[in-house]
């Protein structure tokens, strides 16, 4: 019987998760906050994946979404990630959606995780 892999949510202090999958892919983990402020503090200022290794750089798209589904920023640049801007103007507070793809460094798996995050005000 063909082993499944299973996905792990560990929930961190800081309000943000941490996405790592079984033993074929033990190495490959990414962090991702649960929160985007724009309140003018330090903390939580760019919504973007954190990635440790094993992602194929030249494989990489992250994406947001409002709550319509309307795609509002998009990257393949793993240094790049939202600050809340959308058509010149911050966003309201409310709930996002995010997606992540990437194909893994050692071989030609593709990846593709979702999910959703609070833009606070």
């Known amino acids: 019987m063909k082993k499944l892999a299973f996905l792990l949510f560990l929930i961190s202090a800081f309000s943000s998760i941490s996405f790592h999958s079984s033993a074929q892919e033990k190495n490959r983990m990414f962090n991702i ?3 985007l402020t724009l309140d003018g ?3 939580y200022k760019v919504f973007k994946p954190l990635f440790d290794a094993g992602v194929h750089p030249l494989d990489y798209s992250f994406k947001i979404f409002n709550r319509w589904g309307e795609l509002i920023f ?3 640049d793993f240094e790049q990630g939202w600050d809340g801007i959308y058509e010149g103007k911050m966003v309201e507070s409310g709930t996002f959606t995010w997606k992540i793809e990437f194909k893994l460094a050692n071989n030609d798996d593709q990846k593709v995780y979702t999910g959703h995050f609070n833009v606070l005000r």
Request: without cysteine.
């Open 74 to 76: 998009e990257t393949s």
């Open 33 to 35: 906050s649960q929160n």
């Open 41 to 43: 503090d330090e903390f």
